[in-house]
């Protein structure tokens, strides 16, 4: 393999980024962020442990579910889980994370590069309840870069066109995956069909 080793190298190879490129970045939240962050139903936290182990994870709820505090602060509600908390883990240890908040039908996406503390204060996390459940802790995300991103991903992927939609059984389930990753920890038939009503009536 021919290895890219220095910062150099990379310029060289894909030259400067277009100016407003660089232009769109701000150090705050203007109205059109928090109008992009309001119609998000999805976002993907990026983060990393002092080990350098590199963890993605998303978080969704409705619209709105993310709460802009101010120009430089947002805040995200951790709803239910698994209880793996390796996000979590990862702030504890480095507070250094990263946002991508997407929108059903929007191509364009926007980024949060920041750094975020865990509250477990109970006004805030009530302030968040849904069907009477409040989260147990929620994320306090100070913002340092945050800008728009364009459209060409998810443009090349067609995210959106229902007619690209994986078609049933073209995946594996849930279950099935669960039933071989776990050596047969679990029965992945069972998993599945539990999954029908137990998701649905677990999500807060």
């Known amino acids: 393999m021919d290895l890219i080793r220095s910062a150099a190298e990379l310029e060289a190879l894909y030259g400067e980024p277009l100016e407003r490129a660089v232009r ?13 962050i309001a119609a998000s139903p999805l976002l993907v936290i990026g ?6 182990v590199a963890d993605n994870s998303p978080r969704g709820d409705a619209p709105g579910f993310v709460r ?4 430089h602060t947002v805040l995200i509600p951790d709803r239910r889980g698994n209880n793996r908390t390796d996000t979590l883990h990862n702030i504890v240890e480095n507070p250094a994370v990263g946002l991508l908040f997407l929108i059903p039908g929007i191509t364009e996406t926007f980024r949060i590069n920041g750094s975020a503390v865990i509250s477990r204060d109970q006004a805030l996390c009530e302030s968040f309840a849904v069907q009477g459940k409040a989260p147990k ?12 991103h364009c459209s060409r991903a998810l443009v090349r992927a067609d995210l959106w066109n229902a007619e690209k939609f994986a078609k049933p ?5 849930f279950g099935t995956m669960l039933e071989a990753h776990t050596r047969g920890f679990v029965d992945g038939k069972t998993v599945d069909e539990d999954n029908k009503t137990r998701v649905p009536q677990t999500l807060y």
């Open 24 to 36: 769109k970045q701000l150090d705050r939240l203007d109205d059109h962020c928090r109008a992009f």
């Open 47 to 52: 983060t990393q442990s002092l080990a350098g």
């Open 68 to 71: 802009v505090a101010g120009d």
């Open 137 to 148: 802790t929620v994320l306090v995300v100070t913002v340092k870069e945050a800008y728009v």
């Open 169 to 173: 059984g073209t995946v594996p389930s």
